[in-house]
Nanobody, 126 residues
Framework: QVQLVESGGGLVQAGDSLRLSCLASGGTISHYAMGWFRQGTGKEREIVAAISRTGGFTYYKESPKGRFIISRDNAENTVSLQMNSLKPEDTAVYFC???????????????????WGQGAQVTVSS
């Protein structure tokens, strides 16, 4: 059973940067594709970025593309999301997730993920 804990959320102004981190325990993330999702108030949970098991392949939702960078360190059992040029519409609870996969597979839907963190609030003021 993998446990995921996010950190690094907070309140920032538009244009600022934040770095979210996700630390895994109870298992090694090298067995899993990883992803970051977000859920705004009254909205469905949506993919933000995904990364393959070895980190060689990544996927980004169109909106944050070019502003967000997902990375992973399998040795440290962590996955991160660097968020730059933040906008008010990026305000949401951000979730880290792990899903079983093979090879270079990217997982882009919530149903493909088996383990979830508790979420980290990111609020961007205008």
């Amino acid at each position: 059973q993998v446990q995921l804990v996010e950190s690094g959320g907070g309140l920032v102004q538009a244009g600022d940067s934040l770095r979210l981190s996700c630390l895994a325990s109870g298992g090694t993330i090298s067995h899993y594709a990883m992803g970051w999702f977000r859920q705004g108030t009254g909205k469905e949970r949506e993919i933000v970025a995904a990364i393959s098991r070895t980190g060689g392949f990544t996927y980004y939702k169109e909106s944050p593309k070019g502003r967000f960078i997902i990375s992973r360190d399998n040795a440290e059992n962590t996955v991160s999301l660097q968020m730059n040029s933040l906008k008010p519409e990026d305000t949401a609870v951000y979730f880290c997730a792990a899903g079983p996969s093979v090879g270079t597979t990217l997982l882009t839907t919530p149903a493909r993920y088996a383990y979830w963190g508790q979420g980290a609030q990111v609020t961007v003021s205008s």
